[in-house]
């Protein structure tokens, strides 16, 4: 049996230092998605377009299931499904 991390194994003093290297890790990519989404904003729509296909050329399927998602982009097609209906 495994001793578990909350009895102070060394495992877990490393576990827990993993964890806390992984936050800040995680809060500077935030830190830097947050800069460069107040630059993509600032930018004239044409410019935007530009960054936006640089950017589709480096992202893979999942990426973008996962924007969709986030935006809520249905595939579904449900607008044009109502205008059939009329």
Do not use: C
């Not at 410019?47 to 050329?57: H, M, N, R, S, T």
């Not at 996962?66 to 009329?86: C, N």
Request: charged share 40%; aromatic share 8%.
């Amino acid at each position: 049996r495994e001793p578990s991390h909350e009895q102070g194994t060394m495992s877990g003093a490393v576990d827990r230092k993993r964890k806390k290297g992984d936050d800040s890790s995680a809060a500077a990519t935030a830190e830097n998605a947050s800069k460069w989404a107040k630059t993509f904003e600032e930018l004239n729509e044409e410019d935007q377009y530009i960054y936006l296909e640089e950017f589709a050329a480096k992202i893979n399927r999942n990426h973008l299931q996962f924007l969709q998602g986030v935006i809520g982009f249905d595939d579904g097609g449900d607008e044009d499904e109502d205008e059939d209906e009329d």
